[in-house]
């Protein structure tokens, strides 16, 4: 599908160096316009509504945060490409699609296309649509340790489970029980089951969600409408549960 985009860099060179790569290796890629500001970039963003950002982190009067803090119902993804990987941590919780080492190394910028296109091209699939999983039958057990012994549950009864440092909070329909176990001890116990890890912080039965929104990472609402963010980076595996 075609992916409309801007870039936002402050330095000439760099903004030619990134368009002659992706008219030379991206034909998916539409671009709409450039930006060398923060000001001249959400200018574009509101003239245009792109679906893709090239987004550079340091520029004069702000950095690529101030941006997208001013855009805070933002639908478009975001590919950071900096000469600094300092910022790779904040990138990944301002909910960036891709972040892109200076100089540009062109099979990582085809993956990021790639990437950010096989997302876009599913959340437009299923828009509007009542979400079914390719597979909603859950038939397992799984066993929480506590101080006492340990109680069983059916795998099918826990709508989501939540990161608290070195423990894990279990959600029920009507209940939760603290584990002290991490998060990623569920994510690969219950592996065989469709739970997808939707952010570091949440793993979810997708047999619960009821609606996917898309926005800066997006988010799922389940059927008691308890609504959970979706990191950026987790969007493609989340997506593929569904049909």
């Known amino acids: 599908m075609k992916l409309n985009a801007i870039i936002v860099e402050d330095e000439a060179n760099s903004r030619e160096i990134l368009t002659n790569y992706l008219t030379k290796y991206c034909p998916t890629v539409h671009l709409l316009g450039e930006a060398a500001s923060i000001k001249e970039g959400l200018e574009l963003i509101e003239k245009h509504q792109p679906d893709l950002i090239f987004l550079d982190v340091e520029m004069p009067f702000g950095n690529a945060f101030d941006l997208l803090d001013q855009v805070p119902n933002r639908t478009f993804e975001t590919v950071f490409v900096t000469a600094y990987n300092q910022y790779a941590m904040d990138a990944l919780n301002s909910h960036a699609a891709y972040y892109l080492m200076k100089p540009i190394n062109i099979d990582e910028l085809i993956k990021a296309v790639e990437y950010v296109g096989e997302i876009r091209s599913k959340e437009n699939a299923l828009e509007d649509q009542i979400l079914q999983p390719k597979t909603n039958k859950i038939d397992g057990k799984i066993t929480l340790p506590q101080q ?45 089951f469709p739970f997808a890890r939707i952010h570091k912080s949440y793993l979810v039965n997708v047999n619960s969600i009821a609606k996917y929104k898309k926005g800066k990472g997006g988010s799922v609402v389940l059927h008691n409408g308890k609504e959970l963010l979706v990191s950026a980076s987790k969007k493609k595996e989340l997506l593929s549960y569904f049909e």
């Open 148 to 192: 006492d012994g340990f109680q069983v549950l059916n795998v099918a009864d826990i709508l989501f489970c939540k990161a608290d440092d070195n423990y894990t909070e279990i959600y029920l329909e009507n209940k939760k029980i603290l584990v002290s176990k991490t998060l990623k001890y569920f994510e690969e116990a219950m592996a065989d």
